[in-house]
């Protein structure tokens, strides 16, 4: 299998790699992202083989198709130690909960950060140690977050050998919460640093210190943000899995409905379509930022400036730009690379914005690839996790409620509706409180998490000062 940048010129493109070499890398470096020459198919008589395969042998098989430079022993080996009860809280790990007849939550969030994105980032926790220790080579990563993504990575790479973690997030900004959940890890390779100013500051700095090529070289700095490959990949074992456990026969059909930002999370849901998994409609759930419901109902994709972006109650969807969405548009207008890089790297740097609406491969974007779109204002979302609690007993995080709400606009007779849920409730206790007024229940293992010892170092937003921290860890 190789891979190539969703904005190369020619087919067959000049430039084709193997997975473990874009494995550590970010961007492409013509800017694009990248994906897989062509989608592996998967046929009825494979699919029913899988119907019996606990998770981490489902995801050895997934990942097999995409993998050819880990020795298959190994690779079922780093599957098997992601994947487990003791991680994951349940021997199904994303098991399906029914609220009624043709209407499912499928459990992404039992991981050890209590969100979706543990599902991709501890498999790449173990492919960062393993290709890390083959290579003899060390990783910094250096990022920015305003919550889940730099917890979730911290969790993933904490106490793995060759991998150093920087996390830079906006001092007192987060959720007393969110602020445990990262700053009580005390392995040596995690490096909390809460910055003096705002999410932007530590965006700002992140681009300072990897856009300084020497130094980035000399440190082997990197990052682990959504539009990693592997990441993605990994995201598309969990389709499979709710399909299974939805349906009896693969003449079956399933529709998925995603919180969405960044469209990472349902990019894999069109990688596991594209593989000819049976999926009727991917319905693309958003805020009040609602740049990729404005794309699926008019063509246009507007990216949106930081007054223009609403900080709201559903915040890991938070988003101004989807980083991921190129992917999608790549295969939307037939792979034609050049295209994709007219619009992700001229039209959108140079006016914000495309419209594709009169284009005919727009409307394709429904009628061949399955796309729906919706969104949810606050009210809709204390609705929804209002009448989800009066009606099935069930609380759901406020990026889980958005996805219900939009998926009751698209159901269909006939067609197994699964929303994924993004999170649990307790990240988000304040918004529960206002539509439940009471606390979410908090899962054992995070009791008293707030009082726990920290580790965090407070610094201004000072790039040298950053720099030198680095290299000092380094020496
Ligand atoms: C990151 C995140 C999302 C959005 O996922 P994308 O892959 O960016 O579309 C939704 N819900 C939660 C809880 C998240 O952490």
């Known amino acids: 299998m190789h891979y190539i940048s969703t904005r190369a010129p020619h087919t067959p493109p000049a430039e084709r790699k193997r997975f473990c070499e874009i494995l550590l890398e970010g961007l492409a470096p013509d800017g694009g992202l990248y994906l897989p020459e062509t989608y592996p198919q998967v046929d009825a008589a494979t699919l029913t083989r899988w119907r019996g395969l606990p998770y981490a042998d489902l995801a050895f098989e997934i990942l097999s198709l995409y993998v050819d430079d880990i020795p298959a022993d190994d690779l079922r080996v780093l599957c098997r130690k992601t994947y487990t009860e003791a991680v994951f809280g349940t021997a199904a790990i994303v098991p399906l909960k029914k609220l009624e007849d043709g209407l499912y939550l499928e459990a992404l969030s039992n991981g050890p950060t209590l969100a979706f994105k543990d599902m991709a980032m501890q498999l790449l926790g173990n492919l960062f140690e393993y290709e890390l220790a083959r290579r ?4 910094n990563i250096f990022g920015a977050t305003s919550g889940d993504t730099g917890s979730a ?7 793995k050998k060759g991998v150093r973690v920087f996390m830079t997030s906006p001092d007192g900004r987060m959720s007393p919460f969110q602020q445990a959940q990262m ?9 909390n640093i809460a910055i003096t100013g705002v999410f932007d500051d530590c965006q700002d700095l992140v681009k300072a210190v ?19 490959w592997a990441r993605l990949m990994a995201q598309v074992v969990y389709y499979f899995a709710g399909y299974i456990q939805a349906t009896q026969a693969n003449s079956e059909r399933v529709s998925f409905t995603v919180p969405s930002g960044n469209f990472g999370n349902v990019c894999a849901g069109h990688v596991a379509r594209m593989m000819g998994l049976p999926i009727d409609r991917l319905v693309v759930a958003t805020n009040e930022n609602d740049v990729l419901d404005e794309f699926f109902r008019t063509g246009v994709y507007r990216v949106r400036g930081t007054a223009d972006t609403h900080e709201t109650s559903s915040p890991s969807m938070d988003i101004s730009k989807a980083s991921n969405f190129e992917r999608f548009v790549f295969d939307l207008l037939g792979r034609d690379g050049a295209r994709t ?3 992700f790297g001229a039209q959108v740097p140079r006016q914000g914005r495309f419209d594709l609406g009169a284009d005919p491969a727009f409307a394709q974007a429904a009628s061949r690839y399955g796309f729906a779109s919706g969104k949810s204002t606050h009210q809709n979302r204390l609705d ?3 009448s989800t609690w009066q009606k099935y007993g069930v609380v759901v995080d406020t990026h889980t409620a958005d996805g219900l709400k939009v998926a009751q606009e698209h159901r269909q007779a006939g067609v197994p509706m699964l929303v994924l849920e ?4 307790i990240k988000f206790a304040a918004t529960i409180v206002e539509a439940l007024g009471r606390e979410p229940e908090r899962p054992a293992q995070f009791v008293g998490i707030e009082v726990l010892p920290k580790k965090v170092r407070v610094m201004a937003p ?3 000062a950053i720099k030198d921290l680095i290299a000092q860890a380094c020496a």
């Open 210 to 228: 990897s856009g300084d090529l020497e130094f980035k070289r000399k440190y082997k700095i990197g990052t682990v943000n959504s539009i990693n």
């Open 136 to 139: 003899g080579e060390e990783l």
């Open 462 to 464: 000072d790039v040298q």
């Open 183 to 191: 700053f009580s890890l005390l392995d040596d390779n995690i490096y």
């Open 153 to 159: 990575a911290e969790h993933a790479m904490r106490g």
């Open 341 to 343: 890089a007219d619009l």
């Open 384 to 386: 929804t996790i209002r």
């Open 422 to 425: 993004t999170a649990l409730p």
